[in-house]
């Protein structure tokens, strides 16, 4: 029946919830890895300090995840990270994890934007990459790029598949979520923000969500962890009548390698 539910025909079906659960479905372990947060301190609007950074990571383990690939903002205006200021925080990150005795292996990728910066990254040097040649990228909130298709081939042509980052988030394909069906059909694959399934992001985004999910079209789950309102969100997420529907749903993280 799940097999059904979760991809082999790909229309639409009604998500099945359970009922709300007040002592919790068990925790997030079946995730085993997330690949998408902004815990390397200081260089995007995720975690501000260190302290910050190991305050969520402490919470990540807590719910149950067992290592992590987080993502960095790389966006030319706000967030002009580099390969050299991600991997010079991560190494931070890991000392200050080190001297504490947390034990969670974790590595750094990246959450590229889209735009003319990042076509011109793509020309210059190797991307970070979540797995093998696995990019993670966002677009506009707002609009959908100009000559996206022609991007993404670009994209693919230079070697990379893409990951889009929470396409739920999207609201300019809300009225069509066909969009989402041609995202896959040109090779790309489609991460759930896991909070969007909350209502943290509004109403329409968790909507949105629960239909993409029950297309079955996503392949990995994130966190997309900023700050402790999302470790909150995290963590009531999972009394949610939705988490029997997330266990049983084949997301790839747990594929993911630290290497
Ligand atoms: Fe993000």
């Not at 034990?103 to 011109?120: G, L």
């Not at 959908?144 to 990951?163: C, M, N, S």
Request: aromatic content about 10%; overall charge negative; charged content about 20%.
């Amino acid at each position: 029946m799940l097999s059904k539910l979760f991809g082999r025909k790909k229309e639409e079906k009604v998500l099945n919830y359970g009922p709300r659960n007040p002592d919790g479905y068990g925790d997030w372990s079946f995730v085993g890895t997330d690949m998408h947060s902004h815990l390397v301190p200081g260089i995007d609007d995720g975690a501000q300090t260190v302290e910050d950074s190991i305050s969520l990571i402490q919470q990540l383990q807590g719910m149950g995840f067992k290592s992590l690939i987080t993502t960095p903002h790389i966006k030319s205006d706000h967030y002009p990270n580099t390969h050299a200021t991600i991997q010079s925080g991560l190494q931070e990150l890991r000392a200050a994890l080190h001297q504490r005795g947390i034990n969670m292996p974790i590595k750094a990728a990246a959450e590229y934007y889209i735009d003319d910066y990042f076509m011109q990254l793509l020309d210059a040097e190797p991307l970070l990459t979540i797995t093998e040649n696995k990019v993670l990228v966002e677009i506009s909130f707002l609009f959908e790029p100009v000559r996206f298709y022609d991007t993404l081939f670009k994209i693919q042509t230079a070697g990379y598949k893409p990951i889009i980052a929470h396409p739920e988030r999207y609201a300019f394909y809300h009225n069509n979520i066909n969009a989402y069906k041609e995202l896959k059909d040109r090779g790309c694959h489609l991460q759930l923000n896991t909070i969007s399934l909350s209502g943290y992001y509004g109403r329409a985004v968790k909507e949105v969500a629960e239909r993409i999910l029950s297309m079955g079209l996503y392949d990995y789950c994130g966190t997309d962890m900023h700050h402790v309102k999302h470790a909150d969100s995290m963590q009531k997420l999972l009394q949610s009548g939705v988490m029997p529907v997330l266990q049983q749903y084949p997301f790839l993280n747990s594929r993911l390698q630290l290497v």
